[in-house]
């Protein structure tokens, strides 16, 4: 492990390497890449499987990777607790239900909810985040999925996790570094997680 005397975080954000990300087909397991560009206010990507020629554009609205299917409204019978039900789907189901049963915790009766499908990051964000296809650069460790979407994000997270001292500079709350979990932070962690992006790298 090569050890980093100083890092500077400048602020950039998770999606500042997402031009480019290294994904896995859902359809056929082939190695892919995800491509995009960002106008104002919206990216522009498109992926296209070398073997099995799936192809997926943000102009049509594909997405592949989890969703949620959730609604809130009162109880329809005591009207006094609001009911929040929400299932999760892996893919996107073939029908989309319209609304999910709730039961009220207040008078113990069932409510047919008004639901919407809605796309899902995984918790530890580990997906491509254009279309949700599973990231190729991830690696499990002890304490947590260590992933990135390309080289670039790959050098930026060893730089971080190795310095031994890291300075923040202009770097906000939507910074990259300022969202990362608390276990890829500590000092104790160090070796591990940068053997893992040794990993992800020689992947890549």
Not at 161 to 167: D, F, G, H, M, N
Request: proline share 6%; with cysteine.
């Amino acid at each position: 492990m090569n050890i980093t005397e100083r890092f500077v975080d400048t602020g950039k954000p998770l999606m500042a390497f997402a031009d480019e990300v290294l994904v896995t087909c859902t359809c056929c397991g082939s190695p892919g890449v995800v491509h995009a560009t960002w106008s104002p206010y919206k990216w522009s990507a498109h992926f296209e499987c070398a073997k099995c020629r799936l192809h997926l554009s943000s102009e049509m609205g594909h997405w592949v990777g989890t969703v949620r299917l959730s609604g809130r409204q009162p109880c329809g019978y005591c009207g006094h607790k609001w009911l929040t039900p929400s299932t999760e789907y892996t893919t996107p189901p073939a029908d989309t239900p319209t609304h999910i049963g709730a039961q009220c915790p207040e008078c113990g009766r069932q409510t047919l909810v008004k639901a919407s499908l809605a796309r899902a990051l995984p918790e530890d964000r580990c997906c491509d985040p254009h279309f949700g296809l599973p990231l190729r650069l991830a690696t499990n460790t002890r304490h947590g999925t260590v992933w990135a979407y390309n080289q670039r994000h790959l050098n930026e997270l060893s730089g971080y996790v190795t310095a031994k001292l890291r300075v923040r500079q202009n770097a906000g709350n939507r910074a990259m570094f300022s969202r990362l979990p608390k276990w890829m932070k500590l000092a104790k962690h160090r070796e591990e997680i940068a053997k893992a992006l040794c990993k992800l790298s020689a992947m890549a």
